[in-house]
């Protein structure tokens, strides 16, 4: 589930699930989710998030979802002010959290330096507890390139020893992607046709990766 606070497409707007009610701080002026991280943080109350949250969980599971694990739309959910309620919920609903083990400095690197010290002791908390965390994360892919399957085997090649978070953006083109989001439906494209091109497993091979999904590392917790 890729809990969502906040909605940036200027044409392709989104309201929240758990409530139309402007009191709640989840929605803007146009009655959607905020355009931003920053406006998302400032307005939305924690317990207006963790409802939302809740309710995107559970939408999706009664419509015969198997969810296997929670992440974040434009990282917002991740933000100190949010983060015990995302923890809390993949406890609650038993699915794994997506939380990338970050350094200080890469902390820093995102714009989180000022909360580093609060992040570096949950990760040493959760450690603790047997919580499997992310050893790399992957997310800058954006972007076209003369030839992306070559681009994403040079990827592979940088990828280290742990637990790695590959973050890419695959999608057909057509007319309502390049509506929605006409600055990348392109590269969208290209991405699709790199992961869905037969090569793209030899890049796999080459660098002897293992690949495994969330439901993996989900039903690891569930048998602890």
Excluded at 86 to 106: D, G, M, S
Aim: net charge negative; glycine share 4%.
């Amino acid at each position: 589930m890729h809990l969502t606070l906040t909605c940036e497409y200027e044409l392709y707007r989104w309201r929240a699930l758990s409530s139309v009610d402007p009191k709640t701080g989840l929605l803007d002026s146009e009655r959607s989710l905020w355009c931003t991280s920053e406006d998302a943080i400032a307005n939305v109350s924690v317990t207006a998030a963790e409802i939302e949250m809740r309710s995107q969980i559970q939408m999706a599971l009664d419509n015969g979802i198997d969810v296997t694990h929670i992440d974040s739309h434009m990282g917002t959910v991740l933000n100190p002010k949010f983060l015990t309620s995302y923890l809390e919920l993949a406890q609650e609903f038993n699915i794994v959290a997506f939380l990338p083990k970050l350094n200080r400095e890469e902390l820093t690197a995102l714009g989180l330096g000022e909360h580093a010290d609060v992040y570096l002791k949950m990760f040493a908390n959760l450690e603790e507890k047997g919580t499997p965390l992310i050893n790399h994360v992957i997310l800058d892919t954006m972007g076209a390139h003369p030839n992306k399957l070559e681009y994403y085997c040079n990827r592979f090649a940088e990828i280290k020893p742990g637990l790695t978070h590959f973050l890419f953006h695959p999608a057909k083109v057509s007319p309502e992607l390049k509506a929605i989001t006409p600055d990348s439906a392109s590269w969208r494209d290209l991405d699709f046709g790199a992961f869905t091109n037969p090569h793209i497993k030899e890049c796999v091979e080459k660098y002897d990766l293992k690949i495994i999904g969330y439901k993996e590392i989900r039903d690891y917790i569930r048998n602890q």
